[in-house]
């Protein structure tokens, strides 16, 4: 009984630690109808900013996880200004092959800057460990990512849903032509949802140096979860996405617990399996744009 | 008049030939070594050991063997054997190198073997751990370590040293397969039991339900094989699992403890014993100076990557000064089986017949020496040969 209650709570952090990761994909590619395969390049530019900073600065890990999401969405609105804003209009060909050349430039830069060997974040002692609930052993750092993710969910779904910026941004996608007629800046909607985005990759990656490992091939290792998480949830609300992560981060777990031997292939199984099922995603669109 | 003109057109002629005979003699002067290693991805630090350590040699012996200058020429290929392929047939056809030496990992090796039997030159393989690797071509000489040496000694100490029930956990891939099965042979044939046995992927992100499996079956230790890159991530998570605490021990080959990345991997390594081949600890005099010349060059540790580069380029040295600078590669690989020296290591040699390494075997257990940790041998096995050939 224990074992499935510890192996939930870890497939519970998983799952989290994917959608903090993941969502700002579901967002560009869901609400500004862009493919941005780059999206783990921002990730990985947090994940290395905090270590960095914790290991070389000194500075606290929890002061370090905040700049790591600033920095992120810094670096994302600079790109955005200068190279994505153009591509917008393109086929989704093009934003593709772009994105794809970007991301294997942050990873050349990024092993030629910090060498290609695993990072690792200095934790504080107080994070370090488990402990027992009820017999159920609970990871002290994998309870700091459900808290902070948890919290991250809420915030962004209230955000979005009844602040006048979330209604902002739910007009710009249905209808540019219409929001921009009624005097909403679009551009600038999308330029902050951007950087919004890379902001909470960034500060995904961060969380997951720890867990998932960080190095300089991040981007393409965990570009196939993105996606995963992106196709299965649908790209419609945030909702869907949060559901697929946890249920992938839960079934992939539990995969690798229960059939070792199956362990890898259990999250594909999944996905290949929701997808026949229903294939905008489990919460897609029926009549898509 | 006569005379003259045809004085001067033998004095050409003459001076051709000598032309031709110098540029011969050029070319003879050098003996390349091409060198593939993965020096980016993630097997970047393997290369890069490798590299120093073969740079260090150069630095200390000088550039010249048996009246012929050495060269080395690197290529990447990032441990992905088909870029090792390329390599190989450019250092060979172009760089028309006499040796080709490194090789990453197992696939790398396995994908030059048929070159190196084709051109008939030596193919030195300095990392790479499978065991069939040397019967791939009669060209192929190690001089880095099998997993069935390590495997087989750690598990036969298992047995003996009141470690009755183990889970497994390796890489499933080649060597980790191997490690497992000639671990496991030893182990069961001691009178142990493997209780649970998992292989995990080699790409792995997350190892936590696997040592979650692994606490759960309440084993008195865990075998572990990862290769080198992944030790420090195991072993975080085996402390945060609080598998430490449960009193599950870690054991295994060394390369999850390699020297390269210990320190940095925290106390909850402490106690780990693990069989290999070295140790930057190993307290003769001879590894004091290599460990010592090694972090004034480039300021980190040597670790057992670094020693088996090192032992390969004195190998082709060795071999050179044996043929007299003859470069024919049935000669220099003749030259190369039965060669014994002294290595930071220990005393190793090349058995004449699988052309294979023979060395000392050394327990080991993670201890704090001045602040840092080291893997400090405490028992020595001495010159374990390859038990994992196919053809006895």
Same mark, same amino acid.
């Given at each position: 009984m224990?074992?499935? *209650?510890?192996?939930?709570?870890?497939g519970?952090?998983?799952?989290?630690l994917?959608?903090?990761l993941?969502c700002?994909?579901?967002?560009?590619l869901g609400l500004?109808?862009?493919?941005?395969?780059?999206?783990g390049?921002?990730?990985m530019?947090g994940g290395? +900013?905090?270590?960095?900073?914790v290991?070389?600065?000194?500075w606290?890990?929890?002061a370090?996880l905040?700049l790591?999401?600033?920095?992120?969405?810094?670096?994302?609105?600079?790109l955005?200004?200068?190279?994505? &804003?153009?591509?917008y209009?393109?086929?989704?060909?093009?934003q593709?092959l !772009?994105t794809i050349?970007?991301?294997?430039?942050?990873?050349a830069a990024?092993?030629? /800057?910090?060498g290609?060997?695993?990072?690792? $974040?200095n *934790?504080?002692?107080?994070?370090?460990?488990? !402990?027992?609930?009820?017999?159920?052993? +609970?990871?002290r750092y &994998?309870?700091? /990512?459900? /808290?902070?993710?948890?919290?991250?969910t809420?915030?962004l779904q209230?955000?979005?849903?009844?602040?006048r910026?979330g209604?902002?941004? &739910?007009?710009?996608?249905d209808?540019?032509r219409a929001?921009?007629?009624?005097?909403?800046?679009?551009?600038q909607?999308?330029a902050f949802?951007?950087?919004?985005?890379?902001?909470l990759?960034?500060?995904?990656?961060?969380?997951?140096?720890? +867990?998932?490992?960080?190095?300089?091939? !991040?981007p393409l290792?965990?570009?196939?979860?993105?996606l +995963?998480?992106?196709?299965?949830?649908?790209?419609?609300?945030i909702?869907g996405?949060f559901?697929?992560?946890?249920?992938?981060?839960?079934g992939d777990?539990?995969g690798?617990?229960?059939?070792?031997?199956?362990?890898?292939f259990?999250?594909?199984?999944?996905? /290949?399996? $929701?997808?026949?099922?229903?294939?905008?995603?489990?919460?897609?669109?029926t009549?898509?744009? | 008049?006569?005379?003259?003109?045809?004085?001067?057109?033998?004095?050409?002629?003459?001076?051709?030939?000598?032309?031709?005979?110098a540029t011969?003699?050029?070319?003879?002067?050098?003996v390349?070594v091409?060198?593939?290693?993965?020096?980016?991805?993630?097997?970047a630090?393997? %290369?890069?050991?490798i590299e120093?350590?073969?740079?260090?040699?150069?630095?200390?012996?000088g550039?010249t063997?048996a009246g012929?200058?050495?060269?080395?020429v690197?290529?990447d290929?990032?441990?992905?054997?088909?870029?090792?392929?390329?390599?190989?047939?450019?250092?060979?056809?172009?760089d028309?190198?006499?040796?080709?030496a490194?090789?990453?990992?197992?696939? @790398? @090796?396995l994908a030059?073997?048929?070159?190196?039997t084709q051109?008939?030159?030596?193919?030195?393989?300095?990392?790479?751990?499978t065991?069939?690797?040397?019967e791939r071509?009669?060209y192929i000489?190690?001089?880095?370590?099998t997993?069935?040496?390590?495997?087989t000694?750690i598990?036969?100490?298992?047995?003996k040293? %009141?470690?009755?029930?183990v889970?497994?956990?390796?890489?499933?891939?080649?060597?980790?397969?191997d490690?497992?099965?000639?671990?496991?042979?030893?182990?069961?044939? %001691?009178g142990?039991e493997v209780?649970?046995?998992?292989?995990v992927?080699?790409? =792995?992100?997350?190892f936590?339900?696997f040592?979650?499996?692994?606490?759960d079956?309440?084993?008195?230790?865990i075998?572990v094989?990862?290769p080198a %890159?992944?030790?420090?991530?195991?072993m975080?998570?085996?402390?945060?699992?609080?598998?430490?605490?449960?009193?599950?021990?870690?054991?295994?080959?060394g390369?999850?403890?390699?020297?390269?990345l210990l320190? =940095?991997?925290?106390?909850?390594v402490?106690g780990?014993v693990t069989?290999?081949?070295y140790?930057?600890?190993?307290?003769?005099?001879?590894?004091?100076?290599?460990?010592?010349?090694y972090?004034?060059?480039?300021?980190?540790r040597?670790g057992?990557m670094?020693?088996?580069g090192?032992?390969?380029?004195?190998?082709?040295?060795?071999?050179?000064?044996?043929?007299?600078g003859?470069t024919?590669?049935?000669k220099l690989?003749? @030259?190369?089986?039965?060669?014994?020296?002294?290595?930071?290591?220990?005393?190793?040699?090349?058995?004449?017949?699988?052309?294979?390494?023979?060395? =000392?075997?050394?327990?080991?257990?993670?201890?704090?020496?001045?602040g840092?940790?080291?893997?400090?041998?405490?028992?020595?096995f001495?010159a374990?040969?390859?038990?994992?050939?196919?053809?006895?």
């Amino acid at each position: 009984m224990t074992a499935i *209650l510890t192996n939930l709570f870890d497939g519970v952090a998983y799952g989290m630690l994917l959608f903090v990761l993941a969502c700002g994909l579901a967002v560009t590619l869901g609400l500004m109808n862009f493919v941005n395969l780059a999206h783990g390049a921002f990730a990985m530019a947090g994940g290395y +900013i905090c270590a960095v900073l914790v290991n070389q600065q000194g500075w606290p890990f929890f002061a370090a996880l905040p700049l790591a999401f600033v920095s992120a969405a810094a670096i994302g609105i600079v790109l955005e200004r200068t190279l994505y &804003r153009h591509l917008y209009t393109r086929s989704h060909l093009d934003q593709v092959l !772009f994105t794809i050349g970007l991301t294997f430039m942050s990873v050349a830069a990024v092993d030629y /800057i910090q060498g290609s060997s695993r990072v690792f $974040i200095n *934790l504080p002692a107080a994070l370090q460990g488990q !402990f027992d609930l009820f017999g159920v052993g +609970i990871g002290r750092y &994998r309870l700091m /990512i459900i /808290i902070i993710c948890g919290l991250l969910t809420i915030a962004l779904q209230l955000v979005l849903a009844k602040t006048r910026f979330g209604s902002r941004l &739910r007009a710009a996608v249905d209808d540019p032509r219409a929001a921009s007629g009624l005097g909403i800046n679009v551009p600038q909607v999308f330029a902050f949802t951007f950087a919004f985005g890379c902001g909470l990759a960034g500060l995904g990656g961060a969380l997951s140096a720890e +867990i998932l490992g960080l190095d300089p091939y !991040f981007p393409l290792k965990f570009m196939i979860y993105f996606l +995963i998480v992106v196709t299965v949830g649908g790209s419609s609300s945030i909702t869907g996405p949060f559901l697929a992560s946890l249920l992938l981060g839960i079934g992939d777990v539990a995969g690798k617990y229960y059939v070792p031997k199956m362990g890898p292939f259990v999250i594909y199984t999944m996905m /290949i399996v $929701i997808l026949i099922w229903r294939p905008n995603g489990l919460f897609g669109r029926t009549a898509a744009r | 008049m006569f005379g003259r003109r045809r004085l001067s057109w033998v004095a050409t002629l003459a001076a051709v030939a000598g032309l031709v005979a110098a540029t011969a003699a050029r070319a003879e002067d050098t003996v390349k070594v091409g060198l593939i290693l993965p020096m980016t991805g993630g097997q970047a630090s393997t %290369g890069k050991q490798i590299e120093n350590a073969i740079k260090l040699y150069m630095q200390q012996k000088g550039d010249t063997v048996a009246g012929k200058k050495v060269e080395i020429v690197v290529k990447d290929d990032a441990a992905i054997p088909d870029k090792t392929k390329t390599a190989a047939q450019e250092l060979i056809v172009n760089d028309k190198v006499n040796f080709i030496a490194g090789f990453g990992v197992t696939p @790398a @090796a396995l994908a030059a073997a048929p070159l190196a039997t084709q051109a008939k030159i030596p193919e030195v393989v300095m990392a790479a751990g499978t065991s069939i690797i040397t019967e791939r071509s009669p060209y192929i000489v190690r001089t880095s370590f099998t997993l069935a040496q390590s495997s087989t000694i750690i598990g036969d100490w298992a047995v003996k040293n %009141g470690i009755k029930k183990v889970a497994t956990l390796t890489s499933d891939y080649a060597p980790g397969n191997d490690a497992l099965n000639f671990f496991k042979e030893h182990f069961v044939a %001691g009178g142990g039991e493997v209780v649970e046995e998992v292989k995990v992927p080699l790409a =792995n992100p997350d190892f936590a339900p696997f040592l979650q499996r692994m606490k759960d079956a309440k084993p008195d230790a865990i075998f572990v094989f990862v290769p080198a %890159g992944q030790g420090g991530n195991f072993m975080k998570q085996y402390a945060e699992r609080g598998l430490d605490k449960a009193g599950i021990k870690v054991i295994g080959p060394g390369d999850v403890t390699d020297d390269d990345l210990l320190n =940095n991997m925290g106390d909850a390594v402490l106690g780990t014993v693990t069989a290999h081949l070295y140790s930057a600890a190993h307290p003769s005099q001879m590894n004091k100076d290599f460990v010592a010349a090694y972090k004034k060059a480039f300021g980190t540790r040597p670790g057992f990557m670094a020693v088996s580069g090192y032992d390969g380029i004195h190998l082709i040295y060795e071999a050179l000064k044996k043929t007299n600078g003859d470069t024919d590669g049935t000669k220099l690989i003749e @030259a190369m089986k039965g060669q014994k020296w002294e290595s930071p290591r220990g005393p190793i040699s090349i058995d004449p017949e699988t052309r294979d390494i023979v060395q =000392n075997i050394y327990i080991r257990k993670v201890e704090k020496v001045d602040g840092e940790l080291y893997n400090v041998e405490f028992q020595t096995f001495e010159a374990v040969k390859d038990l994992g050939k196919t053809k006895k």
